[in-house]
């Protein structure tokens, strides 16, 4: 059974400051690697996909990916109440790469 | 606009009462998925379509059906031998541009009355 493990939380970051969320994987050959924002009672929405090792930088959001340790973050730098919310990790199951295995996510609350 | 939309918003299922969850997308995406989440938990796989008049069970499809006659919709089915299926479903779609991005629609919230 593949699967991808995170911290549930809650993970509480002061205003300004930044918060790290941390998800690693089991399926060694996944090529494709996102991390979801889900407010409470909505739909996930698509905040970064990162798919070669290394860092990927979007506005605030930094995703980081370790191929070799199975491990990918998520950067959130200047936290604002707005990120307050669920973020859940997905991981492409290599041997169908149309399937998406998702995390049970890390509840993050920015604290004024 | 584009997107994936879901219907109803909220639903509520009597004893031995069937009912379906209608998806539909404009994306002109191949591949559909049906997800089941429960409070405080992850999303769990119930079926997948990456073709029309073809399906797969994901994880949890035991209770549930689906069907996929057109590329834009993939309606769900609760049937009666789904016990507990107060949940969120959720809707989503994947293209074909390699990059495996999935996208949701807004859900649906399924009560039992």
């Known amino acids: 059974q593949k699967e991808v493990e995170q911290n549930s939380g809650p993970l509480s970051v002061p205003e300004g400051a930044i918060a790290s969320l941390n998800c690693t994987y089991s399926?060694?050959?996944?090529?494709?690697f996102f991390w979801y924002r889900q407010y409470s009672g909505k739909s996930p929405e698509l905040i970064m996909s990162i798919y070669s090792n290394g860092d990927k930088e979007d506005g605030r959001f930094t995703a980081q990916l370790n191929k070799a340790s199975q491990y990918v973050s998520l950067l959130i730098r200047d936290s604002q109440p707005s990120d307050s919310a669920t973020y859940l990790c997905?991981?492409?199951?290599?041997?169908?790469?149309?399937?998406?295995?998702f995390g049970s996510g890390t509840r993050l609350s920015i604290r004024p | 606009d584009g997107g994936i939309t879901q219907s109803p918003k909220y639903l509520f299922r009597k004893e031995g009462q069937n009912v379906t969850l209608s998806c539909e997308q404009n994306l002109n995406h191949d591949a559909m998925y049906w997800y089941r989440q429960d409070p405080g938990q992850g999303l769990r796989l119930i079926y997948y379509?990456?073709?029309?008049?073809?399906?797969q069970k994901g994880d949890i499809a035991e209770g549930y059906s689906v069907s996929r006659e057109k590329k834009e919709s993939f309606p769900l089915t609760v049937t009666s031998a789904q016990k507990n299926p107060t949940a969120f479903y959720l809707c989503?779609?994947?293209?074909?541009?390699?990059?495996?991005?999935?996208?949701f629609g807004a859900g649906t919230r399924l009560s039992v009355l």
């Open positions: 379509s990456q073709i029309v008049n073809d399906f």
């Open positions: 399926d060694r050959g996944s090529q494709s």
């Open positions: 997905a991981v492409e199951e290599y041997s169908s790469a149309s399937k998406i295995i």
């Open positions: 989503a779609s994947m293209g074909t541009s390699g990059k495996n991005i999935q996208y």
